[in-house]
């Protein structure tokens, strides 16, 4: 182990990273943010969430860099940071 992977900076920043993988409702927001872009309505309608908890949940996916953020007017749109990366560590799990 490299002597940077053992940094507490490090350990903090992967246990957010997967403590925000360890939610089915982010799993489901994760899924469909792998086939496109989408705005919190389409996230809502998606999954069948409220507002306010459709919001919580893509706040701490944005928070661990999960999911990042364009604003457009006054909607705002969810992606995932990196999409390749995310896939290859989903596919890892399955």
Same mark, same amino acid.
């Given at each position: 182990? /490299? ?5 507490? +900076?490090?350990?903090? *920043? *992967? %246990? ?5 993988? =360890?939610?089915? #409702?982010? !799993? *489901?927001?994760? #899924?469909? $943010? /792998? &086939?496109?872009?989408?705005? &919190?309505?389409?996230? @809502?309608? %998606? ?7 459709? #919001?919580?949940?893509? =706040?701490? $996916?944005?928070? %661990?860099? @999960? &999911?990042?953020? *364009?604003?457009? =007017?006054k909607w705002v749109f969810y992606s995932l940071?990196? +999409? ?6 989903? !596919? $890892?799990?399955?």
């Amino acid at each position: 182990m /490299a002597k940077n992977e053992a940094d507490p +900076k490090n350990a903090k *920043r *992967r %246990a957010k990273f997967f403590k925000a993988l =360890g939610d089915e #409702s982010r !799993q *489901r927001m994760i #899924s469909l $943010l /792998a &086939v496109k872009e989408l705005c &919190v309505c389409e996230v @809502i309608s %998606a999954l069948e969430m409220t507002q306010p908890t459709t #919001s919580h949940h893509l =706040g701490i $996916l944005e928070e %661990a860099n @999960i &999911v990042e953020t *364009r604003k457009d =007017g006054k909607w705002v749109f969810y992606s995932l940071a990196d +999409k390749e990366k995310i896939k290859q560590i989903l !596919q $890892l799990v399955e």
